[in-house]
């Protein structure tokens, strides 16, 4: 019989790599309900349970899982029917729904949309899942992650420049459940964000995978799509992303220097066709983001202690809306995911949020030896920075990304490699420099010219002394 081979297996990568790439092919949409969504949060969490529940070397970190704990807490809190009496005092009366009806129950939801706040838990679990698996798997195979993330990005950038090379007009309906306007996502904006956060990735690739060439191209090709995509957010933080990255990964390169002065002289010429396409716009009319941000914190101080329930924000912003506002379109994010989040979670979720700052922030004071992780931090920190002024992580695409991202910071298996590196060669220079060599035979104890007289010698480890250099 033929032994089964010891290698590790590898289906692992090949498991969670393909949902990362399934999810940018069909998860591109914004609106809620879409069956391709689910589709992705079936596959994701099969796949995470499969890993899952293998034995693995690579240990979650204790607080991450603390604080995934804590979310799907409030998730179940706002789901759960609570006295009337309780919710009274923490919420505008409009939101209790008092009942009419003699013996109606007297039992309330946090959530005002229970239906929208399941959805939103089912999306959070599906990334979570997902991340949690990308922690279990050893770091090569994170490293075997990465072919699978640039297919998702060269068929999105492959499918942009179709979509413009043929016509003013680029929408595609059809193909997808939702309207695909750029790439293969529904907004622009959300297109753009995916660009940018692959630009880090390019740059480890081209200057610690020996193809500064392929890389230099790739740099070049996602800068001109995010001008030719349009999104002014996009543009500003793909040329600081740029920037950032070439500098705070090429310290480490031997060809640094050069790529720094290369890719900034490039990055000028970039900045003019930058500049002249956001000032061909306004940047911010009296029906955009200020007003949405006026108003969603209007939302929030009326409900900031218990929130009104994830995937509640459409029907409470209508609420707090000026009626000089109210048009044709109506807003169904805050475009700003931080705010949307306190409006809809209230303090508890403000915390958390603090939470997860805090531990990113511990997370990258270990990160410093492995170019991949400090790549994955930064395309992590500016999507977190896109987040400011849209709603990125609303699709499925660009959340299965930002779980990715996260579970190459928070993976404890490079810090570990990179010790077991230290002490190898910390190891061999104790080696070299306690060199174990035969001494002369008439030096030894018992020898006739130490006056031994031919005396046995009773330890053979005093026939070697230690010689240092």
Same mark, same amino acid.
């Given at each position: 019989?033929?032994?089964? @081979?010891?290698?590790?297996?590898?289906?692992?990568?090949?498991?969670?790599?393909?949902?990362?790439?399934?999810?940018?092919?069909?998860?591109?949409?914004?609106?809620?309900?879409?069956?391709?969504?689910?589709?992705?949060?079936?596959?994701?969490?099969?796949?995470?349970?499969?890993?899952? #529940?293998?034995?693995?070397?690579?240990?979650?970190?204790?607080?991450?899982?603390?604080?995934?704990?804590?979310?799907?807490?409030?998730?179940?809190?706002?789901?759960?029917?609570?006295?009337?009496?309780?919710?009274?005092?923490?919420?505008?009366?409009?939101?209790?729904?008092?009942?009419?009806?003699?013996?109606?129950?007297?039992?309330?939801?946090?959530?005002?949309?229970?239906?929208?706040?399941?959805?939103?838990?089912?999306?959070?679990?599906?990334?979570?899942?997902?991340?949690?698996?990308?922690?279990?798997?050893?770091?090569?195979?994170?490293?075997?992650?990465?072919?699978? *993330?640039?297919?998702?990005?060269?068929?999105?950038?492959?499918?942009? !420049?179709?979509?413009?090379?043929?016509?003013?007009?680029?929408?595609?309906?059809?193909?997808?459940?939702?309207?695909?306007?750029?790439?293969?996502?529904?907004?622009?904006?959300?297109?753009?964000?995916? &660009?940018?956060?692959?630009?880090?990735?390019?740059?480890?690739?081209?200057?610690?995978?020996?193809?500064?060439?392929?890389?230099?191209?790739?740099?070049?090709?996602?800068?001109?799509?995010?001008?030719?995509?349009? @999104?002014?957010?996009?543009?500003?933080?793909?040329?600081?992303?740029?920037?950032?990255?070439?500098?705070?990964? #090429?310290?480490?390169?031997?060809?640094?220097?050069?790529?720094?002065?290369?890719?900034?002289? %490039?990055?000028?010429?970039?900045?003019?066709?930058?500049?002249?396409?956001?000032?061909?716009?306004?940047?911010?009319?009296?029906?955009? =983001?200020?007003?949405?941000?006026?108003?969603?914190?209007?939302?929030?101080?009326?409900?900031?202690?218990?929130?009104?329930? *994830?995937?509640?924000?459409?029907?409470?912003?209508?609420?707090?809306?000026?009626? #000089?506002?109210?048009?044709?379109?109506?807003?169904?994010?805050?475009?700003?995911?931080?705010?949307?989040?306190?409006?809809?979670?209230?303090?508890?979720?403000?915390?958390?949020?603090?939470?997860?700052?805090?531990?990113?922030?511990?997370?990258?004071?270990?990160?410093?030896?492995?170019?991949?992780?400090?790549?994955? *931090?930064?395309? &992590?920190?500016?999507?977190?920075?896109?987040?400011?002024?849209?709603?990125?992580?609303?699709?499925?695409?660009?959340?299965?990304?930002?779980?990715?991202?996260? %579970?190459?910071?928070?993976?404890? %298996? *490079? !810090?570990?490699?990179?010790?077991? =590196?230290?002490?190898?060669?910390?190891?061999?220079? =104790?080696?070299?420099?306690?060199?174990?060599?035969?001494?002369?035979? #008439?030096?030894?104890? %018992?020898?006739?010219?130490?006056?031994?007289?031919?005396?046995?010698?009773?330890?053979?480890?005093?026939?070697?002394?230690?010689?240092?250099?």
């Amino acid at each position: 019989m033929r032994e089964r @081979s010891r290698q590790p297996t590898q289906w692992d990568k090949y498991l969670l790599g393909s949902v990362l790439f399934l999810s940018m092919l069909i998860g591109g949409g914004t609106a809620s309900g879409l069956y391709t969504e689910t589709l992705i949060e079936i596959a994701a969490v099969i796949c995470a349970a499969a890993i899952l #529940s293998r034995p693995s070397e690579q240990a979650i970190p204790r607080a991450v899982l603390w604080l995934l704990a804590l979310v799907v807490a409030v998730f179940c809190f706002q789901v759960v029917p609570l006295p009337a009496t309780l919710l009274e005092g923490v919420r505008p009366a409009v939101l209790l729904a008092d009942p009419w009806l003699d013996g109606e129950s007297r039992l309330r939801f946090v959530s005002v949309g229970v239906g929208r706040t399941i959805e939103c838990m089912l999306y959070f679990v599906a990334a979570a899942a997902f991340f949690l698996a990308v922690l279990r798997l050893r770091a090569e195979q994170v490293h075997g992650l990465l072919p699978f *993330f640039f297919m998702g990005v060269i068929c999105n950038g492959l499918a942009a !420049a179709i979509q413009y090379s043929l016509s003013d007009t680029v929408a595609i309906e059809g193909l997808l459940p939702f309207t695909i306007n750029a790439g293969l996502f529904a907004n622009q904006n959300h297109f753009s964000a995916l &660009l940018f956060v692959s630009i880090p990735f390019v740059v480890y690739y081209g200057l610690f995978r020996g193809h500064l060439l392929s890389g230099a191209l790739g740099l070049v090709t996602l800068l001109l799509l995010l001008l030719a995509a349009g @999104s002014r957010a996009g543009i500003l933080i793909g040329l600081a992303i740029t920037a950032i990255s070439v500098v705070f990964l #090429s310290a480490r390169s031997r060809v640094g220097g050069y790529v720094i002065l290369a890719v900034f002289i %490039g990055l000028s010429i970039y900045t003019i066709g930058a500049w002249a396409k956001i000032d061909a716009k306004l940047v911010d009319p009296a029906f955009g =983001r200020a007003e949405f941000a006026r108003t969603t914190i209007e939302g929030i101080e009326q409900n900031w202690t218990i929130g009104v329930g *994830f995937g509640a924000f459409q029907k409470v912003y209508q609420i707090h809306e000026k009626g #000089s506002m109210i048009f044709k379109s109506y807003v169904n994010h805050a475009h700003n995911d931080y705010l949307e989040l306190a409006l809809e979670g209230g303090l508890p979720v403000i915390l958390l949020m603090v939470a997860y700052a805090v531990l990113l922030s511990a997370s990258s004071a270990r990160i410093r030896g492995e170019p991949l992780q400090k790549a994955a *931090f930064l395309s &992590l920190a500016f999507l977190l920075v896109h987040s400011l002024v849209d709603y990125p992580l609303r699709t499925a695409a660009l959340a299965m990304t930002f779980a990715c991202l996260n %579970g190459i910071v928070f993976h404890r %298996g *490079f !810090a570990d490699r990179l010790n077991q =590196r230290d002490e190898l060669g910390k190891a061999s220079r =104790r080696d070299e420099d306690n060199l174990l060599v035969p001494a002369r035979a #008439s030096a030894l104890p %018992g020898s006739a010219e130490a006056g031994g007289a031919g005396r046995p010698v009773s330890n053979p480890a005093d026939a070697f002394v230690a010689c240092r250099d």
